[in-house]
């Protein structure tokens, strides 16, 4: 779930002073991510192992760019120009959309997959407005939605929703026995070129039968360096 849940993962200015349902507000989130222009540097970082994996994001004209630059290299990508956006990865000069099959398919062997990647969740219908809490000291929206089919490894995702930026700042993904089996969460950002950018955030894939943290996967990206 950056996200990737994570999806990666970034904070946006607000484009609709006050949504009113849970529609509105997924739909802010999704413009927030696909609207962005960055270009950051940065790396996964498995916690227990220390293994880090080299990162480049970057975000324009409606696509987020994932580049893994150890071998094998490649680049996952996300197409928000239709609608559900669509995952593809590419090896080697050859580009494929990434099938409902792989979503639950770790990447670069961390806690994230590319389900949390896809951003697939943010598209699922039917989504329900579940209340209002706080994300380190921010006001956020809950917004649940559930998975209308039997494809990917997620059945339903709670939403945590900053109000004042429209990003995502918590995910918790629930397997069809209702356990958490995911959990993202911002726990930094950073401005960049003037607006809220992500820093770290925090993977962790949870063991449903006991609820312990089975593994824990930290995103982060670097300050770019001023002009």
């Known amino acids: 779930m950056k996200f990737i849940f994570l999806a990666t993962l970034l904070l946006a200015p607000c484009l609709r002073a006050a949504p009113k349902t849970a529609e509105e507000i997924l739909l802010d989130v999704r413009q927030s991510y696909a609207g962005q222009n960055q270009k950051l540097q940065g790396e996964l970082r498995d916690s227990d192992s220390g293994h880090t994996e080299p ?18 290299v490649e ?11 669509k995952l593809y990865q590419v090896r080697n000069g050859s580009s494929k959309q990434v099938p409902s099959r792989q979503l639950g398919s770790q990447v670069r062997g961390m806690d994230l997959n590319y389900e949390d990647l896809s951003l697939g969740f943010l598209y699922w219908p039917k989504p329900q407005l579940m209340g209002e809490a706080r994300v380190s000291g921010q006001k956020c929206w809950i917004v649940r939605v559930t998975n209308p089919s039997s494809q990917g490894p997620y059945y339903v995702v709670d939403i945590w929703v900053h109000q004042a930026s429209s990003g995502a700042a918590k995910m918790e ?18 401005k960049v070129n003037g607006t809220n950018a992500l820093k770290e955030l ?26």
């Open 75 to 85: 680049t996952i990508r996300l197409d928000f120009n239709s609608s559900p956006a």
């Open 202 to 227: 925090r993977v962790e894939t949870i063991d449903p039968a006991s609820g312990k943290t089975q593994g824990r996967t930290y995103m982060k990206m670097n300050t770019p360096a001023k002009p």
């Open 173 to 190: 993904a629930y397997d069809r026995s209702s356990k958490v089996i995911k959990r993202y969460e911002v726990t930094k950002i950073q």
């Open 55 to 72: 990162l480049e994001l970057t975000m324009g004209n409606q696509v987020m760019s994932f580049l893994f630059t150890s071998p094998p």
